[in-house]
């Protein structure tokens, strides 16, 4: 089924917007499966990790608290939670492009859908990043200098720092910052990034971990659009043209209040590779550990 009304239609490029932040930090980190014909990735170094295709097991009822409709399922390498990112809007009717509506659909949708997936995606990032193991042998002070920040891109000779992403918690990121402005250098994310030797510096928001480095090849991503089994009264599948990444759209009715639900449905979570504590036996991601 194809998305017929014209206000959805015409969300669909600010929708794919509002989801470019984490696009961009995704690019920056690691290969993606994206494609609904794509047969997996290798995830490297160190192991291979397939992503297959999963199947939505069932479609729950519709939820009173949170004014949504919800799916689950999972894959063979990590379970992931497919939801709505939308509350339902409390549209009197049944012609969702009817009169001021249609403005309204258009703005709140793009607007509070795309954001709340690249929250989430960002959000299963910074859950993978911390999940990896602490190493022992590549490690910072509790306050380091310009030089030991440096040290990092090179700190093994089994990764590229100009191939690796150094991704930092807000109080770190804040350290960064004010050792390159004692320095006197620029303390801008590309201009740090060129200094320490990485591809990118990244401020991951809420990550518990001081410093992680990501080898290029050692996270990878996969989403996919959930199968659609509940009756809705109109439904499609929208890709963005860049990335390649797909989001079901769905409008649900909700009978009892006369309220049509306009959702976005995506499933997505990381795979990734975490290196040993001493950063040789196996290789992959690498969270910096704090010096004695």
Not at 70 to 99: M, P, R, S
Not at 198 to 212: C, D, E, H, Q, S
């Amino acid at each position: 089924m194809a998305l017929t009304s014209p206000a959805l239609t015409l969300s669909i490029e600010a929708l794919f917007g509002n989801i470019k932040p984490a696009l961009d930090i995704i690019k920056l980190l690691g290969p993606t499966d994206f494609s609904a014909a794509a047969p997996g990735i290798d995830i490297k170094p160190g192991t291979t990790i397939k992503v297959p295709l999963s199947t939505v097991a069932a479609a729950g009822v519709f939820d009173d608290e949170t004014n949504n409709y919800l799916t689950g399922g999972n894959t063979e390498w990590a379970t992931l939670t497919a939801k709505h990112y939308l509350q339902g809007f409390d549209l009197k009717g049944t012609n969702i492009d009817e009169g001021v509506n249609a403005a309204r659909v258009k703005q709140l949708f793009s607007k509070r859908c795309g954001t709340g997936i690249s929250m989430a995606c960002v959000g299963a990032i910074k859950t993978t990043l911390d999940a990896t193991t602490v190493s022992t042998a590549v490690t910072l002070p509790a306050t380091a200098t310009l030089a030991q920040y440096d040290a990092l891109a090179s700190a093994k000779d089994w990764y590229n720092g100009r191939d690796s992403v150094l991704c930092l918690s807000g109080g770190e990121y804040s350290k960064l910052k004010g050792v390159f402005h004692a320095e006197h250098l620029s303390a801008a994310p590309q201009a740090m990034a060129e200094e320490l030797g990485f591809k990118a510096v990244l401020l991951i928001p809420g990550l518990t971990a001081r410093a992680v480095i990501v080898p290029y090849g050692s996270l990878g991503f996969q989403a996919r659009v959930p199968t659609l089994i509940a009756d809705y009264k109109e439904a499609g599948v929208e890709t963005d043209p860049d990335s390649g990444l797909s989001i079901g759209i769905v409008v649900a009715s909700e009978q009892r209040t006369n309220k049509l639900v306009v959702n976005g449905d995506i499933w997505f979570g990381c795979a990734a590779v975490s290196a040993s504590a001493d950063a040789e036996k196996t290789k992959g991601i690498i969270k910096v550990g704090t010096a004695a």
